[in-house]
C-alpha cells in the first residue's frame, strides 16, 4: 500500500491510500522558495466553454494565452496552525486568475494555517493576498487579491468530463519556485481518485505525465485549446520527484466548488458514513467500516454488505459511489440496493453532510 502524503517546506504528513500498490509515495506539489524567473500573455475567455477540441495550437501558443493568469503563491504559515512546520515558516505553491474581481484559484494545502499569502503576477508585481474562503474535501481554495484590472486575466474553466486518454496538455506553475514555468505531456488517465487533505476522496481527478514538483500545487492543468482542464496537486512517487505520474482535480469540481466560495457560501458534500474496499467483492462497493450514527447505519447497512446500486446508478467500484455521493445533495433520499450473505437487498438513505 503506498502512503499519501502532504509535503511542504518542512513536514510530512501521512494519509492512508486505499487501492495502490506497493512503493511510492503520492505527494502534494508544494515546496521552498527558491530562484525565480518571469516571463509573459494572455485571452481572457468566459468560464463556460467545453474543454476539449483538437485545436491545433502549439506548446507556445497555449502558453502565450494563459501565462498571464498564472500566479505564484508565497505563505508564511503561523506555528501550531501550518503544516509547514516551524514559526514563522514559508512555502510557496501557485494558482490562477478566477475573476475579474480578484479572486484565486489555488490548493487548500498551499494555504492552510497561512498567516501571510504573498501574490506574485507575471510581471514581478507583489499584492498581499486573502483567504476567502476553502475546501478540504475538494482540496481547494480561494485567495482574494486586490490588484488593477491589468494584471487580472481569468483563465477558462473547460469541461473535464469531456477529457479523454492521450489529449495533450500543459501546466504552468513555479515548481521549486521557478515561477511562469511550463511543463507538457498528455492525459494519461481519468476517473483516478486522489485523497483529499482530510482524507475523503476526490473523484473524477485527471492523471497527467506532464511533469509536476513541489511548488506547482494549485497551478492549472491546461489544455489544447488554453483551457484549465484541472488543479495540479498531487505526484506519485519514489524519490519526492516528479516520476511522471502527477494528478489534477478536475474543472467541473473546480466550478461548482469555487463558485460556491466566492458567493460567500459554506461548501457541504453529501455523506454516507461508510468505508469501502473494492476487494471485498468483484461486484460492487464491499463494506468495510459504516460509522456509528450516520446514514448508512441509520439505513441499516453493515459491515460485509457489497453495494451495487445507489440512486439508481449501478455501483461496480469504490470509485463509482464515491462519484454518485459526490454528484448529490445533503439531505437527498436514495435507495440503495445491496447484496449480504448471497441475497439482495433494497433500503432507503438520506444522506448527510460530510464532517470536516
Known amino acids: 500500500m503506498r502512503s499519501r502524503a502532504l509535503l511542504t517546506a518542512a513536514a510530512a504528513f501521512a494519509l492512508a491510500a486505499a487501492g495502490a500498490g506497493a512503493g511510492a509515495g503520492l505527494y502534494a506539489a508544494i515546496g521552498p522558495e527558491k530562484t525565480k524567473t518571469v516571463v509573459q500573455e494572455t485571452t481572457t475567455v468566459d468560464h463556460s466553454q467545453p474543454a476539449t477540441a483538437a485545436s491545433g495550437l502549439s506548446i ?22 501550518s503544516p ?18 480578484g479572486n484565486i484559484v489555488t490548493n487548500q494545502h498551499v494555504v492552510a494555517g497561512a498567516s501571510s499569502i504573498t501574490v506574485k503576477f507575471w510581471n514581478g508585481k507583489t499584492y498581499t493576498g486573502e483567504v ?11 485567495v482574494h487579491v486586490s490588484a488593477p484590472s491589468s494584471l487580472l486575466h481569468p483563465l477558462t474553466l473547460g469541461d473535464s468530463d469531456a477529457v479523454q486518454v492521450g489529449d495533450a496538455v500543459i501546466a504552468i506553475g513555479s515548481p521549486f519556485g521557478l515561477e511562469g514555468t511550463a511543463t507538457s505531456g498528455i492525459v494519461s488517465a481519468v476517473h483516478r481518485s486522489m485523497q483529499a487533505p482530510n482524507r475523503f476522496i476526490i473523484p473524477n481527478s485527471i492523471q497527467t505525465d506532464a511533469p509536476i514538483n513541489h511548488g506547482n500545487s494549485g497551478g ?10 484541472g488543479v495540479n496537486a498531487q505526484i506519485q512517487s519514489d524519490s519526492g520527484g516528479n516520476d511522471g ?3 489534477a482535480i478536475p474543472s467541473n469540481t473546480v466550478k461548482s466548488v469555487v463558485s460556491q466560495i466566492v458567493a460567500g457560501k459554506t461548501v457541504a458534500h453529501a455523506y454516507l458514513g461508510i468505508r469501502v474496499e473494492d476487494s471485498l467483492s468483484p461486484q460492487g462497493a464491499g463494506v468495510v467500516d459504516v460509522v456509528q450514527d450516520a446514514p448508512a447505519d441509520r439505513a441499516g447497512l453493515q459491515p460485509g454488505d457489497v453495494i451495487v446500486k445507489l440512486g439508481g446508478t449501478t455501483i461496480s467500484s469504490g470509485d463509482d459511489l464515491s462519484s454518485v455521493i459526490d454528484s448529490k445533495r445533503p439531505g437527498q433520499t436514495l435507495s440503495v440496493t445491496y447484496v449480504r450473505d448471497g441475497k439482495q437487498h433494497t433500503t432507503t438513505v438520506k444522506l448527510g453532510t460530510r464532517p470536516s
Open 60 to 81: 507556445n501558443a497555449i502558453y502565450q494565452r494563459t501565462y498571464q493568469g498564472v500566479v505564484d503563491l508565497t505563505v508564511t504559515g503561523d506555528q501550531g496552525l
Open 84 to 101: 509547514f512546520g516551524g514559526a514563522d515558516s514559508r512555502a510557496e505553491g501557485s494558482g490562477f486568475v478566477y475573476d475579474e474581481q
Open 132 to 142: 476567502v474562503g476553502s475546501d478540504s474535501s475538494t482540496d481547494l481554495a480561494v
Open 220 to 229: 492549472p492543468l491546461i489544455d489544447g485549446a488554453g483551457r484549465v482542464i
Open 245 to 247: 505520474v502527477g494528478f
